[in-house]
């Protein structure tokens, strides 16, 4: 129930969309429920059971208040009319009654239809930005350990499915629940020892459907993982399929594929078949009661046993008849809903988690970069038994350049993760112009730097918003920042040049020209800090030149953090530090290091240059 209530706050305010579908359903089903108890005036005048005795009762009281129920205005207007008109006239005004009746029905059941339709959608768009916003918000650490079709499957299936439940769920409790009610009311009205006699069968289904959704829950989430599996399948399969074709591995892929789609058909077979026992179930239940009642009052009734008219046990049998369905439509609502309560339950996990970075309550907002970044005794570990940094400590001043080296695996990313903030530091401080990274806004902090990686991050969207990405630049700005970056030629050969789509992560262009765009945009954004993570190491002699070229544009008179695989590449950088096993062991320019015997620059050159 909480999770319900939780998914239904998404659609505030809440109140303004679930009372109009509240009343509406209420006024159809008391109408629904109207048009049957019509049933035994009608009856009563075609079987020619009208007393004339009590239709004399009914005129003789005062015309009933505006306040009154239908009952007391229909069977006082009924007298007159059959007073006036007799029979015939009587059946007329039933039969235009019942009409009306029917018609005012279906009126409130669209307009409650119409207000559940807009309540979903609303909720449902609250619910998929909510999913969305929170994971724009997270750390980059929980992207490392969730797969992304997890993420795609939750904020797309998952919301979907939480649609289906709870549109089910909300007739289930409003519309039928009225309904039920509103049958049961008008079978006591006629006879009481029947429909005492009839309940019964109510807390024994009840006792069997929740059987059921017990077992039908464990089914449920069993299945929304299987999906969320398979959408991440999908996701890897499709994003690497040059990968899979390289190495022939399709036959490798499809089997991966079976094995989880097959786990998916099971567990929704298995959920599918308890779910369409609970209807079959109800509905037999509901016809064995109204045989037995059938049996049971009309035995009474043909012995003279019984206060019930035959007009009233036929209506009596007509309204219970239809008390089977809106039981087995509750049944079926509540059983059906745990799929959607398991995706819920999954959306609402993604919702409630919290970053692990994020700003402090009174978090520094930062002005320009004035003086240095300052690594103090950083130590970092992803495993509580794993560390990665130990104990590292450098200044990197405004305008000057640092390059980090050393072999994969040594720790060279995770500092320059840190600087913007992507971690924080297990032990230690980082601090820029002497404040902690920890005590500034991320966006601020962010905002003062640009991050040119080793693969192109682009967007399959056109090459000039590529290069705006999430800043308001003109036309003359974009194009001046390709120049610099060394990718204006190629953009404009391009068949619609800078509107040209560059495909699923910018698929057709080179290498070279992605890392370009890449540029161009870090130029654009004009940050006074530079992160470079191996920005040229995955490209041929040609594009290198002219990406470090482009590179060497943007550094001017910033401050940079390079990671190198190329020593050549950072030869000039003010300081070089030398990364291994997560601790800096060299530190100095490029000549110095080189006549460091036995240094571990020395020989990351020496092998470099064979």
Same mark, same amino acid.
């Given at each position: 129930?909480?999770?319900y ?12 969309f679930?009372?109009?579908?509240v009343?509406t359903s209420?006024v159809a089903s008391?109408?629904?429920?109207l048009?049957?108890t019509l049933l ?8 020619d059971k009208?007393d004339?005795?009590q239709?004399?009762?009914? *005129?003789?009281q005062?015309?009933p ?6 009952v +007391?205005?229909?069977r ?5 009319v ?6 015939a006239g009587?059946?007329q005004f039933v039969?235009?009654?019942i009409?009306?009746s ?9 307009l409650?239809?119409?207000q ?12 998929? +930005?909510a999913v ?10 929980f992207f ?5 079709g ?13 649609e289906?439940?709870?549109?089910n769920?909300l007739?289930a ?5 009225? *309904? *039920? ?8 009205s006629?006879?009481?020892k029947?429909?005492?006699f009839?309940?019964?069968v109510?807390p ?9 959704v017990?077992?039908?829950k464990?089914d449920?989430?069993?299945g ?5 599996? *398979? ?10 399929m ?7 591995a399709?036959?490798f ?6 094995? +989880?789609?097959?786990g998916?058909?099971r567990?929704?077979?298995?959920l599918?078949?308890?779910?369409? &026992?609970?209807?079959?179930?109800s509905e ?12 049971y ?5 043909l012995?003279?046993q019984s ?8 209506a009596?049998?007509?309204?219970f008849s239809?008390v089977?369905r809106?039981a087995?439509d509750i049944s079926?609502a509540?059983s ?7 995706s ?7 919702i409630d988690?919290?970053?692990l970075?994020?700003?402090k ?9 004035q ?7 950083v130590?970092f570990?992803y ?10 400590s450098?200044?990197?001043?405004k305008g000057?350049?640092i ?5 994969s695996g040594g ?5 320059a993760d ?12 980082i601090?820029?112009d002497?404040?902690?990274l920890r005590d500034?806004?991320?966006a601020? &902090? ?6 040119v ?5 682009l ?8 290069i705006?990405f999430g ?7 974009v194009?001046?920042a ?5 990718a204006?030629d190629f953009i404009?050969a391009q ?5 040209t789509?560059?495909g699923d992560?910018?698929?057709k ?7 370009r ?7 654009l954004?004009?940050?006074?800090i530079?992160?470079?993570?191996e920005?040229?190491?995955a ?6 030149? &002219?990406?470090? +070229?482009a ?6 008179n ?6 190198a695989h190329?020593?050549s ?7 070089i530090l030398?990364v291994n096993?997560?601790r800096?062991?060299?530190r ?8 460091l015997d036995?240094?571990f620059y020395r020989?990351l050159?020496?092998?470099q240059?064979?």
């Amino acid at each position: 129930m909480q999770t319900y209530y939780r998914l239904l706050s998404f659609a505030r305010p809440l109140g303004r969309f679930l009372t109009p579908f509240v009343l509406t359903s209420l006024v159809a089903s008391v109408f629904g429920v109207l048009n049957f108890t019509l049933l035994i005036p009608l009856l009563s005048i075609l079987f020619d059971k009208v007393d004339p005795a009590q239709m004399q009762r009914f *005129l003789s009281q005062p015309a009933p208040a505006l306040s009154a129920g239908p009952v +007391e205005f229909f069977r006082y207007y009924f007298a007159q009319v059959f007073q006036q008109y007799g029979k015939a006239g009587a059946l007329q005004f039933v039969c235009v009654v019942i009409v009306l009746s029917v018609l005012l029905s279906n009126v409130f059941k669209y307009l409650s239809v119409r207000q559940l339709e807009s309540f979903k959608a609303r909720m449902v768009a609250s619910l998929r +930005e909510a999913v969305f916003t929170k994971a724009l918000n997270l750390h980059l650490g929980f992207f490392s350990n969730e797969r992304k079709g997890n993420l795609i499957s939750r904020t797309t299936t998952d919301v979907q499915e939480v649609e289906n439940s709870i549109a089910n769920t909300l007739s289930a409790a409003s519309k039928e629940v009225f *309904l *039920l009610i509103g049958y049961i009311i008008a079978l006591l009205s006629i006879s009481v020892k029947l429909t005492l006699f009839a309940i019964v069968v109510i807390p024994i289904s009840g006792l069997f459907i929740a059987t059921l959704v017990r077992r039908m829950k464990r089914d449920a989430q069993d299945g929304q993982q299987r999906l969320s599996s *398979l959408v991440s399948l999908l996701d890897e399969t499709f994003g690497g399929m040059r990968v899979v074709k390289g190495f022939v591995a399709e036959g490798f892929m499809l089997e991966k594929f079976r094995v +989880e789609n097959e786990g998916y058909r099971r567990a929704i077979r298995s959920l599918a078949n308890r779910r369409e &026992l609970a209807s079959p179930f109800s509905e037999v239940m509901g016809v064995a009661v109204v045989a037995g009642i059938l049996f049971y009052g009309g035995s009474l009734v043909l012995s003279g046993q019984s206060d019930l008219t035959a007009a009233e046990f036929i209506a009596y049998i007509a309204i219970f008849s239809q008390v089977t369905r809106p039981a087995k439509d509750i049944s079926n609502a509540f059983s059906g809903s745990q799929r959607g309560l398991a995706s819920g339950q999954r959306v609402l996990e993604l919702i409630d988690t919290e970053p692990l970075v994020r700003d402090k309550p009174n978090a520094v907002t930062l002005g320009g970069f004035q003086d240095r970044i300052s690594v103090r005794n950083v130590s970092f570990f992803y495993q509580a038994d794993t560390p990665v940094l130990r104990n590292l400590s450098f200044d990197l001043k405004k305008g000057k350049t640092i390059a980090l080296v050393g072999a994969s695996g040594g720790g060279k990313s995770t500092i320059a993760d840190l600087i913007p903030r992507f971690y924080d530091p297990t032990a230690g401080e980082i601090l820029i112009d002497g404040v902690d990274l920890r005590d500034c806004t991320l966006a601020s &902090l962010r905002g003062q730097m640009g991050i040119v990686t080793q693969e192109s991050i682009l967007f399959n969207d056109t090459i000039f918003n590529n290069i705006a990405f999430g800043t308001p630049a003109s036309e003359a700005d974009v194009i001046e920042a390709a120049r610099i970056a060394n990718a204006h030629d190629f953009i404009m050969a391009q068949p619609q040049g800078y509107q040209t789509v560059i495909g699923d992560r910018g698929g057709k262009l080179s290498g070279g020209q992605r890392q370009r765009i890449s540029i161009a945009r870090a130029i654009l954004k004009n940050p006074p800090i530079l992160i470079l993570d191996e920005a040229t190491s995955a490209l041929d002699t040609e594009s290198e030149k &002219l990406v470090q +070229e482009a590179l060497t544009r943007l550094m001017a008179n910033r401050t940079t953090l390079v990671i190198a695989h190329r020593l050549s590449t950072i030869q000039h950088a003010d300081e070089i530090l030398v990364v291994n096993q997560g601790r800096i062991v060299e530190r100095g320019r490029h000549n110095e290091l080189l006549l460091l015997d036995e240094g571990f620059y020395r020989k990351l050159s020496t092998m470099q240059s064979v």
